[in-house]
């Protein structure tokens, strides 16, 4: 069954507001890894958070890897319509190698 | 970088025969994994390589799917007696040890 969770399935916002999707396994992981895909693309790398408590910026973009280490979050500000596309976290089971998916937050942006 | 690149980038099929994709991955890259991608889902795991080991097989893979990776660099996918629940996006990704995926453009699976 899935083991990463990912909330919501959908969002849509107006341009300027802000955006965040949750991620959340019912195992603790080794690492967090967050990609992007754009419509008719390949999932993108953005970021890996390794430690418990972790946040990393990248811009507009903060990521928070969960002090159990079951949980994550990406918050963008301030959308912009370059950010429209799908949010996927994937996570490493700790004691496994294989890199586990959510299902994506799909993010669209009203102009 | 060259990237990840994959062959063909689509194919369609008729119900019952085989289809086989090829996956380069990145020179440099020890790590290849495919995965297969549906509209709405995230990518769900197949299978993985590290060299030419193949270290992990997804239990929902069924007898009709078989990876290789003969010399450590390129891969290869085949689905036997295809079925129309196979069509799917099909994604190759290549890493280095610890490092993040880098995936290819994939392969789009029809069957008839």
């Known amino acids: 069954g899935q083991q990463v969770m990912q909330i919501p399935q959908y969002q849509h916002v107006q341009e300027g507001e802000d955006f965040t999707t949750y991620c959340n396994s019912s195992?603790?992981?080794?690492?967090i890894q967050w990609y992007k895909q754009r419509p008719g693309g390949h999932p993108v790398f953005l970021i890996q958070?390794?430690?418990?408590?972790e946040v990393k910026k990248q811009k507009r973009l903060t990521f928070q890897f969960g002090e159990a280490k079951k949980n994550s979050s990406l918050h963008i500000t301030a959308t912009q319509t370059t950010d429209v596309g799908t949010y996927f976290c994937?996570?490493?089971?700790?004691?496994?190698?294989?890199?586990?998916f959510g299902q994506g937050t799909r993010l669209t942006i009203n102009p | 970088d060259t990237g990840v690149s994959q062959d063909p980038r689509h194919k369609i099929t008729k119900r019952g025969q085989n289809v086989t994709f090829r996956c380069d991955p990145i020179?440099?890259?020890?790590?290849l994994y495919w995965y297969r991608q549906t509209l709405g889902q995230g990518p769900e795991f197949l299978t993985y390589?590290?060299?030419?080991?193949?270290?992990?097989k997804s239990r929902l893979l069924s007898d009709r799917f078989s990876a290789e990776r003969p010399k450590g660099s390129f891969s290869t996918l085949e689905i036997q007696r295809t079925e129309q629940g196979d069509s799917a996006m099909y994604l190759c990704?290549?890493?280095?040890?610890?490092?993040?995926?880098?995936f290819g453009n994939g392969t789009r699976l029809t069957v008839t």
């Open positions: 990704a290549s890493s280095a040890q610890e490092s993040p995926l880098h």
């Open positions: 390589f590290q060299n030419e080991a193949q270290l992990e």
């Open positions: 195992t603790t992981l080794s690492n």
């Open positions: 994937a996570g490493i089971i700790q004691g496994a190698q294989k890199l586990v």
């Open positions: 958070l390794v430690k418990s408590g």
């Open positions: 020179s440099e890259h020890n790590r």
